[in-house]
């Protein structure tokens, strides 16, 4: 196994474990959106 194959393996594992674990510690929170109709 080459040196990149190995980095591009590792790379991927801890991308996997990085988003699992942001999912699990971010907490749910509202987002208010809104359009303009008129500006000036």
Not at 31 to 40: H, L, N
């Amino acid at each position: 196994m080459t040196q990149t194959v190995k980095v591009n393996l590792l790379k991927e594992e801890l991308t996997e474990k990085y988003i699992a674990t942001k999912q699990t510690t971010l907490d749910d929170y509202s987002i208010f959106m809104a359009m303009a109709e008129d500006i000036g």
